[in-house]
């Protein structure tokens, strides 16, 4: 875990952080100065302010014909596969049971020695995530955390945000780690982590979008 | 129905009404249509990028939030995400970016509205006049989605010179911009 940033540090990224390319590690570390820095944070979303305006700055161009008609009959391809998927109420146990499964799968090759020494037993413990106030559809559960040994797979279902995500871990210690999380497609997506820490030491999963806002969490029962 | 804000277009298209989507798939076609081929060139490839960032936005418009950004910046935003992963999918260098603000257009929608044809050419003048090679990086950032080792790399400078000219061009960028809105464009 890195240590905390100043301001002028973060203020050398901000650049980067406005345009959602700043690196990993150093991005997390940033996000948590961001959080608790009013004129950090202004600074940086009047950066993003001008990279928004980048993007509306390219000339209208008039698809070919047809394709508004090309757009709908997309929609409707996909409605249908949305039919098709388990229902929503239990979505996330179906996707987390999936993100677990391939997880422990990919084993030794993915996450290391830990993911296969730490299966599943009697001392995993499973959280829901839960929508929080700045994500499209707070209160709703949008997925799931488990913990086995030192194995954290999170997998988020419809928290309504596509992109890089982050997931910040917080400790019974009161210590933080944080991770590079999925790329949510759909809103969607899974990741295996492999914790420094034993997961039973775990108090908070939260999931953070580009910018740093926390968009879902997950809380785990005290021992 | 034309007259209807972008936002309430956007939870009728989300919501399934025939009219709104419609309505909403038109108002901004020629916007998603026009970032996807300034991006990816290729007409086709640009048709699949903004036909899929319409799916999108119907799948997660009615989870929209104001608070996050207007529904153009929040759909551009999506279309610039999309193009960039098919970027990255099947063109690992993409073209020199300045082209991105050169080239002349092909076209423009027939109800494309003055006022943000100003603001557009506006903000394309103001990055016309950073030094060169801070536009180029600025608009790798923005539009390649490019990290500064990325930039570095693209255009064969150090990584510390890479990040101070993606800072110093966007903090010129706004102070231009800034500037434009109290004088208008």
């Known amino acids: 875990m890195t240590a905390r940033l100043t301001c002028e540090q973060v203020r050398e990224i901000d650049a980067e952080l406005a345009l959602g390319t700043a690196p990993g590690d150093l991005r997390e570390t940033a996000l948590r100065h961001l959080e608790g820095c009013p004129s950090c944070r202004r600074a940086v979303e009047d950066l993003a302010d001008t990279a928004d305006a980048l993007l509306h700055a390219m000339p209208p161009v008039d698809p070919p014909a047809g394709f508004e008609s090309r757009v709908f009959a997309r929609i409707a391809a996909d409605v249908d596969t949305y039919r098709a998927r388990p229902s929503r109420r239990r979505g996330w146990a179906v996707g987390l049971a999936a993100a677990v499964a391939l997880v422990l799968a990919a084993g030794a090759g993915a996450l290391g020695h830990a993911a296969v020494t730490h299966a599943p037993s009697s001392t995993s413990q499973t959280a829901a995530l839960v929508a929080l106030e700045r994500a499209p559809n707070p209160g709703a559960r949008v997925g799931a955390a488990y913990l086995a040994g030192r194995l954290l797979v999170v997998s988020v279902d419809n ?3 596509d992109g890089p995500c982050t997931v910040r871990v917080n400790l019974a210690n009161g210590s933080v780690s944080v991770f590079p999380g999925p790329v949510l497609r759909h809103g969607s ?15 908070t999963v939260t999931i953070l979008d580009r910018r740093g806002y926390a968009m879902g969490r997950a809380v785990f029962v005290t021992d | 129905m034309w007259a209807a804000s972008d936002d309430a277009l956007l939870a009728g298209f989300a919501a399934g009404d025939p009219d709104a989507a419609t309505a909403f798939v038109r108002r901004f076609q020629a916007r998603v249509f026009g970032l996807a081929m300034r991006i990816l060139r290729d007409p086709a490839a640009a048709e699949d990028v903004a036909q899929e960032a319409f799916v999108r936005a119907w799948r997660h418009g009615g989870t929209y939030d104001a608070r996050r950004g207007t529904v153009p910046t929040w759909l551009l935003t999506i279309t610039r995400n999309v193009a960039i992963d098919v970027l990255r999918m099947h ?7 300045i082209d991105l603000i050169d080239r002349p257009w092909t076209g423009r929608s ?14 394309r003048r103001a990055l016309r006049n950073l030094p060169v090679e801070q536009g180029r990086a600025v608009l790798r950032a923005t539009f390649y989605g490019a990290t500064a080792a990325e930039v570095a790399v693209a255009e064969g400078i150090p990584l510390g010179t890479a990040k101070t000219r993606i800072r110093t061009g966007l903090i010129k960028l706004r102070a231009s911009l800034a500037e434009l809105r109290e004088t208008g464009p």
């Open chain 1, 159 to 161: 928290i309504g945000y």
């Open chain 1, 189 to 203: 997506g899974s990741a295996g982590i492999t914790l420094p820490v034993p997961g039973h030491s775990v108090r």
């Open chain 2, 91 to 97: 063109r690992p260098d993409p073209v020199d970016p």
């Open chain 2, 110 to 123: 027939p109800d494309d509205d003055a006022v943000s044809a100003d603001e557009g050419a506006a903000v």
